[in-house]
């Protein structure tokens, strides 16, 4: 009988201590990123003349993407572009694209070389949700 007192203590003690402790809310403001560069066919295409280069799932393909400006967009933003890169690096593909089809269809209809720039919500790890993307016309 003392066992089962014990014991019964000892789970009512143990639930009061998780009830106490407040859920993790992430507070901290949306992330908007805005690349402005072309498609390229390779990394080391996508990485010449300085530019950084982001690999971009898009549908279902991974292609190279020569960043030749990066910035956050708001006021309210502390970190630069290429910090928000760095920080993707390491992880393959650095975005994941998704979004609205229509703007969907637009970033994976540009072709190598074609200027584009990339608008979007950074959610989770490396999720880019779409906002805008504008494709300049190609060049005859």
Not at 6 to 16: E, I, K, N
Not at 70 to 83: A, K, M, N, P, W
Not at 99 to 108: H, I, S, T
């Amino acid at each position: 009988m003392y066992r089962a007192i014990a014991l019964g203590l000892l789970f009512v003690t143990a639930s009061a201590g998780v009830a106490r402790e407040p859920p993790s809310v992430d507070v901290r403001p949306p992330l908007v990123i805005r690349l402005e560069g072309h498609f390229a066919s390779d990394r080391t295409e996508a990485a010449a003349n300085g530019a950084d280069a982001v690999s971009m799932r898009v549908r279902d393909r991974d292609r190279w993407f020569s960043a030749v400006r990066v910035r956050t967009v708001g006021s309210d933003q502390t970190r630069s572009g290429r910090d928000i890169l760095a920080d993707l690096a390491p992880l393959q593909p650095n975005l994941i694209v998704v979004g609205a089809e229509d703007l969907v269809r637009r970033l994976d209809g540009a072709r190598v070389g074609t200027p584009v720039v990339v608008e979007g919500l950074l959610s989770g790890s490396r999720t880019l949700l779409l906002r805008d993307v504008v494709v300049q016309p190609q060049k005859p």
